[in-house]
């Protein structure tokens, strides 16, 4: 298999934070139906599926449960304590120069800002999950990208998660999403009216698949789709672009012209309800790592046809269930994340 295990190398683990307990401050979750632009799932697969069609999503229906409540007191900010949780609980962004802290998979937000769950192009879908936040260059791309996509051929987009006020580990679903650069994207396009918040949590996008889960249902996959993922990628600021190893073999036959962006488009599990788009760290923005930058090439080819020989293979059969992990400590993070998580 090709470009699997360079996914989620090499990642940044903070020093230790000072060992004094601090209260988290929180804010009551009603605040997010009252402002809408504080209203809100990489690759994040909770395991490797062998079965493109039966993989989870965080939009599609194998996601039926929303965000468990979180628990009404505080818990003290200490080293030891699950980073889920304290970033979990906090429903409002740190009053802090806007900076993305670590790497994706390990770090924390300061200043987000949040995308506006409507706009002309946009809409925000998941929206209890208080998931609609990033930094503002990441804000920024998403609604040039929806200002863009009526032209395409898409009316506009459906953005599933950002990430939450202060960044972090999540509650549930994603394993990245972390520092306010990455953000899911539906392919589904937006229907052409304004979604209720109730058809916002039960709405599933559809899948690209056909039933053998390992090839595009011609019947779903448009030119649009192609058009839009092309867009998004040809940006400057994008480092990758995460879809299911079915759709990049498709848009590997459909490219014509210009490839070059065909290289930060990379295969990886689920992925086939959304693309999950990754941007790069802000110049100069120091404490904030990159991912290493894709292989040479545009990454078709016998990286593609690895990817889906591993998805046909059958599951391992399972002796006995796996032993889950303990959550991962505040101290895991970079040391900022303290300050970020107990700012006001």
């Known amino acids: 298999m090709v470009g699997a295990a360079a996914l989620w190398a090499a990642l940044v683990v903070g020093s230790a934070a000072p060992a004094a307990a601090t209260p988290l401050p929180l804010a009551k979750p009603a605040a997010i139906a009252a402002s809408p632009a504080a209203a809100p799932a990489s690759p994040a697969p909770s395991a490797p599926s062998t079965s493109g069609s ?22 003290p900010v200490t080293p030891g304590a699950p980073a889920k949780v304290l970033f979990g609980q906090v429903m409002t962004p740190a009053a802090m120069q806007a900076r993305s802290i670590g790497f994706y998979s390990r770090g924390c937000l300061a200043g987000a800002k949040a995308l506006p769950v409507d706009g002309a192009t946009w809409q925000v879908m998941r929206l209890s999950r208080n998931r ?51 953000a899911d994207i539906w392919l589904t396009p937006m229907p052409d009216r304004r979604l209720s918040a109730e058809e916002r949590e039960e709405m599933s996008a559809v899948s690209m698949l056909d039933e053998s889960g390992l090839a595009v249902d011609p019947a779903k996959w448009t030119p649009a789709h192609l058009k839009l993922i092309r867009r998004a990628a040809s940006d400057p600021r994008v480092a990758r672009i995460f879809v299911h190893p079915a759709i990049k073999k498709t848009l590997c036959e459909q490219a014509s012209g210009d490839r070059t962006w065909l290289r930060k488009v990379r295969p990886y599990w689920g992925h ?18 990159n991912q290493e930058p894709p292989p040479p090439g545009d990454g078709c080819g016998a990286p593609v046809a690895d990817w889906l020989a591993l998805l046909a293979k059958p599951a391992p059969p399972v002796t006995k269930p796996a032993k889950p992990k303990p959550p991962m400590p505040l101290s895991a993070l970079p040391a900022e994340c303290r300050q970020v998580i107990v700012a006001p």
Do not use: K
Request: proline share 11%; hydrophobic share 45%.
């Open 272 to 289: 086939h309800y959304h693309f999950h788009v990754r941007i790069a760290c802000p110049a100069g923005m120091a404490g904030c790592r």
């Open 54 to 75: 039966a993989a989870p999503s965080e939009d599609g229906p194998a996601v039926a449960a929303p965000t468990p409540a979180v628990a009404a007191a505080p818990i």
């Open 132 to 182: 609609n936040w990033g930094h503002p260059d990441l804000v920024a791309y998403l609604e040039r990208l929806a200002a863009a996509a009526p032209g395409l051929g898409w009316r506009g987009l459906l953005v599933g998660d950002l990430a939450q006020p202060r960044g972090g580990p999540m509650l549930t679903g994603h394993a990245s999403h972390q520092i306010g650069l990455d």
